[in-house]
């Protein structure tokens, strides 16, 4: 691949350039919001040595718009070559991060505002087409995605930090208990995965290919706390043979009992959520499991997870017109009514929420609420080709990474569609990561 096929060849110009605006500054607004909602010194601290402090993400943020809207797009000389260094990912681990000479948080706010007015300029003149960065205005739908992802990472930040809460978001309308089938048939046959014609896809969800998917079961709607807390109490942490040895290896090493941010107290299990601690509702999507332990409950249900192929199929895959579409419910963009996205609510919705999201098959929350951890390893398509830098994605290539799908109540839709992969090592739990399960059907299912 030289760079994103496009199959809007057609579409006016402005309304590309329209799109982009819109992306970029729905992101840049958050993630103000992210890193104003606390004290300076809140933002300097490392809040957990997996994470970064909060003002490194801010200024990484606008290095990297720089990098690639400034520089690459508009072949304009660097405004500051010398902190480059400081705002690579792959040249410090985030728990160094702290020590490092980083621009403080008003010089930090300063550096990005200046680089996000210079990179409208740049937006308003590119002509988004002709080169593989701007065709479809790529690059820019890159650095808002960019950004989304970055903002997540800053929300994920917020819930390691002790402290007052810092963000709040109204809840979910109450809803009626989900009353529908607990797993639905994927008829086996041929499926076409990923994509060579949306514009803003970024290279590990390229290029299309066909799958041939033999019939499976998964469930309606993921797991959810009350059944994972089901688990717990038949023993599930402490019996080896639900377990991958690598994950029974680590819960033993590190006291692993729940999940993340969860504590019993009082016969009762409460968790800890943006600095208020709360009952762990029943009703919502298990949050904060990691890959060994989504396997675990998966077996000792009798089930596993889905794989990548399937998960995709699954949302995707619509029968009736024999084709895969952008999202579940098809081809048109999230709206509040699809799923729940883009921070508008700091959890989960209960599970069966958002019935018009649901996927041709009944298949429901599989975009947004939260991560889906998938069976496989993080692998390239057939085909694959690094774009626009191997870093993205061809360097965490292999069994280290598992594969999570479908976004969660932090990501933004314009970071979040049927064909988005996501990645992390088994052991992560906190990220937004829940799951569903699956099972194999009889092979004569159509």
Not at 123 to 132: D, F, K, N
Not at 201 to 223: G, K, M, S, Y
Not at 383 to 407: D, I, Q, T
Request: some cysteine; glycine content about 8%.
């Amino acid at each position: 691949m030289t760079g994103p096929d496009t199959h809007i060849d057609a579409v006016d110009p402005e309304a590309l350039r329209k799109r982009a605006l819109t992306a970029l500054t729905s992101a840049r607004d958050r993630t103000a919001l992210l890193t104003s909602c606390v004290e300076d010194s809140e933002l300097t601290a490392q809040h957990s040595p997996l994470m970064s402090p909060l003002v490194w993400d801010l200024a990484h943020i606008g290095n990297q718009e720089e990098l690639w809207l400034l520089r690459n797009v508009a072949g304009r000389d660097a405004m500051r070559p010398e902190i480059d260094g400081l705002y690579d990912a792959f040249e410090h681990p985030r728990a160094e991060r702290p020590s490092l000479p980083l621009l403080p948080p008003a010089e930090a706010r300063h550096y990005a505002a200046e680089v996000r007015g210079r990179a409208l300029d740049v937006l308003e003149s590119t002509a988004l087409r002709g080169t593989p960065l701007t065709e479809a205005g790529f690059a820019f739908g890159m650095i808002a995605q960019h950004e989304q992802q970055h903002d997540e990472t800053m929300l994920i930040t917020h819930q390691l930090r002790r402290g007052p809460t810092a963000l709040t978001a109204p809840d979910h309308m109450p809803a009626p208990a989900f009353t529908g089938p607990a797993e639905v048939l994927v008829p086996g046959g041929p499926f076409t995965m990923g994509t060579s014609t949306e514009p803003w896809a970024l290279d590990n969800e390229r290029p299309a290919h066909q799958r041939l998917v033999p019939p499976f079961h998964i469930d309606t709607v993921p797991v959810t706390n009350g059944a994972y807390q089901a688990f717990i109490a038949d023993g599930g942490y402490t019996d080896e043979r639900w377990w991958a040895p690598a994950g029974w290896s680590h819960i033993r090493a590190h006291s692993v009992d729940a999940p993340l941010f969860w504590r019993r107290e009082g016969g009762e299990w409460l968790r800890r959520r943006f600095g208020t601690v709360e009952p762990v509702p029943l009703d919502e999507p298990v949050l904060h499991v990691s890959w060994y332990e989504a396997d675990a409950y998966a077996r000792w249900a009798g089930r596993r997870l889905p794989t990548e192929v399937e998960w995709e199929k699954a949302a995707r895959h619509d029968p009736a017109a024999g084709r895969s579409t952008r999202y579940p419910w098809g081809d048109a963009d999230p709206t509040p009514e699809h799923a729940n996205l883009g921070q508008r609510h700091l959890r989960p919705a209960p599970a069966g929420s958002y019935p018009l999201g649901q996927s041709p098959l009944g298949v429901r929350q599989l975009i947004g609420d939260v991560w889906e951890w998938t069976s496989s390893d993080f692998l390239p398509y057939p085909g694959f080709s690094a774009f626009p830098y191997k870093e993205y994605s061809e360097v965490f290539f292999g069994p280290e990474c598992k594969v999570l799908r479908g976004g969660s109540f932090a990501v933004d839709a314009v970071a979040c569609r049927g064909t988005f992969r996501n990645w992390d090592y088994p052991v992560r739990r906190q990220i937004f990561s829940g799951f569903r399960t699956a099972r194999d059907a009889d092979p004569e299912a159509a």
